[in-house]
């Protein structure tokens, strides 16, 4: 493990999330961390905006099991227009919501305190999501479920994109109509962006 992951992995257990890009770059978030919460790295987050683009303008974003909502916050950061978080653990929401509170008096955030699989199942709005998140606890095997969940709810836009966090042991099974990105291995877990080429009717 390279010393660059090890100083991430200590500021993590410390309870500090860094945003690494846009409007906010370098602010801090300070979150009282246990052994549920699994911040994506700053070499990961970097990894994944180099991917998309360092600017989200107009985009609409779901981030399924936010947990410090490190991601949605940067996407938040990066220009996106609207970010939804998905979050069972109403503690860890609050939290979020008290960052964003901070951070902009803009009211373009929505917050559900749900699971997040039952929540994607019974979605009923008309929103279409340019970019979706997934970043779900280890030793569930929820991957699979929740990306049919969401084709079959139709919740992406056209070209709309997803990525993931999952551990590298897991075998997925990638819909054929979601097309892999990109890709990359660190530590135990694998990190991929995939974009749906197919929508249902």
């Known amino acids: ?73 940067e996407a938040f950061s990066r220009g996106a227009k609207r970010i939804t978080f998905v979050e069972k653990n109403k503690d860890y929401l609050q939290k979020i919501k008290k960052v964003y509170s901070d951070m902009s008096v803009k009211e373009n955030c929505d917050f559900f305190c749900a699971e997040c699989l039952d929540w994607v199942k019974n979605y009923k709005s008309k929103t279409k999501y340019d970019l979706i998140f997934i970043d779900p606890p280890f030793n569930k095997n929820l991957i699979d479920d929740l990306l049919s969940s969401i084709l079959n709810k139709n919740l992406l836009s056209k070209s709309g994109k997803i990525y993931f966090e999952y551990e590298k042991k897991l075998e997925l099974k990638i819909p054929e109509s979601l097309s892999l990105k990109k890709e990359k291995n660190l530590g135990r877990k694998k990190y991929v962006l995939a974009e749906v080429i197919c929508l249902s009717s």
């Open 1 to 73: 493990m390279s010393c660059i992951i090890i100083n991430e992995m200590k500021k993590e257990k410390k309870g500090e999330i860094r945003i690494t890009g846009g409007k906010w770059k370098g602010k801090k978030i300070f979150f009282d961390l246990s052994d549920d919460l699994r911040p994506t790295p700053d070499r990961a987050k970097e990894t994944l905006f180099n991917w998309l683009g360092q600017n989200l303008s107009e985009m609409h974003c779901l981030d399924l099991f936010s947990g410090t909502g490190a991601l949605g916050l």
